[in-house]
């Protein structure tokens, strides 16, 4: 093992961290979310640095590049929406409830912002192959099977991403259970797919610089879309 993985200076270190290293380290990922959900994934290192009030160089002795940050940072944040869809799932017993108490908490959370724009496309596939007219930096891309309307994993180099699949992977299934369940039950539009929601989570976190003003904004442009995704009579 390297010094620098038994000094602790990864983000996959196995040992405790000294206090104040745990400390900088708590604050650099609070500033990251921060950052990347307000600016995106684009945003510089330095930016994530200053929020944090730490030099650019303990940003970098915790994670070696930028990429291994926007891994950690997108990961996290696929998880916790994964446990936010299995929470709805399992304490929800009607469907729609379910999808929406998702939505509600995974928009408040801000969670969507993060989504891994590089593991998940939209558009359709043989329509929309490039994805062009979305923002890599901003919204969580995604594609679809053609003809399916449904989500698949898209991996930036092929082959070499089953690990890093393996998070979207769970969030696309319990997402789906959520989506298949209020189809079924007449109470979501036919034509609504796993990509859907997942826009919709992205979309309705609008970044405000007056945190009420924020939640205000998210909680109406919810209720609409909310409204957009309901079967009707």
Do not use: C
């Not at 930016?47 to 009030?53: I, M």
């Not at 929800?92 to 959370?109: I, N």
Request: proline content about 5%.
């Amino acid at each position: 093992m390297s010094a620098a993985v038994g000094n602790g200076r990864d983000g996959s270190r196995s040992t405790p961290l000294r206090v104040d290293a745990q400390r900088n380290l708590e604050h650099v990922l609070r500033a990251a979310r921060e950052v990347f959900g307000e600016l995106g994934y684009g945003a510089p290192m330095e930016d994530v640095a200053r929020r944090a009030r730490v030099g650019v160089g303990t940003v970098y002795r915790r994670f070696p590049s930028k990429d291994v940050l926007v891994r950690r940072i997108a990961e996290e944040e696929t998880s916790r929406l994964t446990d936010q869809a299995r929470t709805a799932l399992g304490q929800e017993d009607e469907p729609w409830s379910a999808l929406s108490r998702f939505l509600r908490t995974s928009v408040a959370s801000g969670a969507g912002r993060l989504l891994p724009p590089q593991v998940l496309r939209v558009g359709v596939a043989d329509e929309h192959e490039d994805g062009a007219g979305y923002d890599e930096a901003r919204v969580p891309q995604q594609r679809t099977q053609p003809g399916s309307g449904e989500l698949r994993l898209v991996s930036e180099n092929p082959g070499n991403g089953v690990e890093d699949d393996s998070g979207a992977a769970a969030l696309l299934d319990v997402v789906g259970q959520l989506v298949e369940r209020a189809r079924t039950a007449g109470e979501l539009r036919a034509d609504v797919s796993v990509s859907d929601v997942l826009l919709v989570i992205a979309t309705a976190a609008p970044s405000l610089p007056d945190a009420a003003q924020q939640a205000a904004a998210s909680a109406r442009l919810l209720d609409i879309l909310l409204e957009g995704l309901r079967s009707r009579p």
